[in-house]
C-alpha cells in the first residue's frame, strides 16, 4: 500500500508562498518577463537586439530572462512591452469579490 504524499495547496503566487516581502510586485513583474520573453521567441529577437531596442546592455536581458528582474522597475518593464509593439493599458476599477482581496492582473 502506498503511502499519500503530504503537500500543501499554493496560494498561486510562489513569492507569496516562500515568504518574500513585496510578492505581488515580484508576481507581477514576472508576468510581465514572461510576456516579453513569449514576444521575443514568436520574433525570433535575440538578446543582443532586444537590448538595443529596449535601450539596456545584453546581460541585463539575459539575467532579465533567467528570472533576475529586481533591476527592473514595473513601468520600465511596461515600456519594454510597448517598445516590443504591444499597447499596454492599464485599469483601474472598484473590487467586486467578496472573500478575495484585490489584485494585480495582466491579461
Known amino acids: 500500500m502506498t503511502k499519500p504524499i503530504e503537500h500543501e495547496a499554493g496560494?498561486?503566487?510562489?513569492?507569496?508562498?516562500?515568504?518574500?516581502p513585496n510578492a505581488e510586485e515580484h508576481q507581477l513583474k514576472a508576468k510581465l518577463v514572461l510576456k516579453i520573453?513569449?514576444?521575443m521567441q514568436e520574433r525570433?529577437?535575440?538578446?543582443?537586439?532586444?537590448?538595443?531596442?529596449?535601450?539596456?546592455?545584453?546581460?541585463?536581458?539575459?539575467?532579465m530572462l533567467r528570472g533576475d528582474f529586481r533591476?527592473?522597475?514595473?513601468?520600465?518593464?511596461?515600456?519594454?512591452?510597448?517598445a516590443l509593439g504591444q499597447d499596454v493599458e492599464i485599469t483601474v476599477r472598484p473590487h467586486q469579490g467578496k472573500g478575495a482581496?484585490?489584485?494585480l492582473h495582466v491579461a
Open 11 to 20: 496560494s498561486g503566487n510562489v513569492f507569496a508562498d516562500i515568504g518574500l
Open 37 to 39: 520573453d513569449r514576444l
Open 44 to 63: 525570433g529577437l535575440k538578446q543582443v537586439a532586444a537590448a538595443e531596442l529596449f535601450g539596456v546592455k545584453q546581460p541585463d536581458v539575459s539575467k
Open 71 to 82: 533591476q527592473f522597475s514595473v513601468e520600465r518593464l511596461l515600456r519594454f512591452l510597448v
Open 101 to 103: 482581496a484585490p489584485a
